[in-house]
């Protein structure tokens, strides 16, 4: 079965702090996803990366970053948290072969902002 | 912008109902998972479907592909109060130029023991 865990399932932070989310998976999937899922506004994709040290912008990068350093391991960082990042985070991983291109989610972080 | 629009929003039913759940768009897609998400957790992939007018069944679960690979639908029978979740359907959207999965709007189910 492939695994997704998140680092933090619930997280409180200041305005203004600098927020770390760790992402890993255990299959050895090479792309891997962050996205923020709010009530009335679905799934929005954040960032995403298909190897090693690279990225991509997705539909939604402003205020974020993220990291890459291992083909398991995908970190998002808001570089100064503000009250509109409060949200659900999602974290996922795929890999591009195969008839499909499921992706296969973390548990989620309910982060807050205040 | 590709769009992939559910409906109903909203569905509360009756432990042993029926239901079916629609997932449509403009575009078409190479495939397109469905997936159920519980509060407080992740997604989860209940199936994938590649080919035009495909039918595949989990349990209870019917799920089909439109043939034009424009829509796919999601039907229950006996609904289960297991069954509640928010219902997503994703598109992959590599024939029309992207590799991302373009999510839907999401069905919110609720089944009442």
């Known amino acids: 079965d492939v695994k997704v865990t998140q680092s933090s399932r619930y997280l409180v932070k200041r305005t203004g702090e600098k927020v770390f989310l760790e992402c890993v998976q255990d299959?050895?999937?090479?792309?891997m996803f962050w996205y923020r899922q709010d009530p009335g506004l679905g799934l929005r994709l954040i960032y995403f990366?298909?190897?090693?040290?690279?990225?991509e912008k997705g539909d939604i990068p402003e205020g974020y970053s993220v990291s890459r350093e291992k083909k398991e391991r995908f970190s998002l960082i808001l570089e100064s948290a503000s009250t509109n990042q409060t949200s659900m985070y999602l974290c996922?991983?795929?890999?591009?072969?195969?008839?499909?291109?499921?992706?296969?989610f973390g548990p989620g972080t309910r982060l807050t902002v205040t | 912008t590709q769009l992939l629009e559910q409906s109903p929003q909203f569905l509360s039913i009756q432990e042993g109902e029926n239901l079916t759940v629609y997932c449509n768009s403009s575009?078409?897609?190479?495939?397109l998972q469905w997936y159920r998400q519980e509060p407080g957790e992740g997604p989860v992939l209940l199936v994938t479907?590649?080919?035009?007018?495909e039918v595949k069944k989990l349990k209870r679960l019917t799920f089909q592909f439109g043939d034009a690979r424009k829509d796919s639908s999601l039907h229950i029978t006996a609904a289960q109060p297991g069954d509640t979740g928010l219902y997503l359907c994703?598109?992959?959207?590599?024939?029309?130029?992207?590799?991302?999965?373009?999510f839907g709007t999401g069905t919110r189910l609720q089944v009442f023991p």
């Open positions: 996922a991983s795929s890999s591009p072969y195969g008839g499909g291109y499921e992706q296969y």
């Open positions: 299959m050895d999937h090479e792309n």
């Open positions: 990366s298909y190897d090693v040290k690279m990225k």
């Open positions: 575009s078409v897609f190479s495939s």
């Open positions: 479907v590649v080919t035009g007018g």
């Open positions: 994703a598109g992959d959207g590599r024939r029309t130029g992207t590799d991302k999965l373009i």
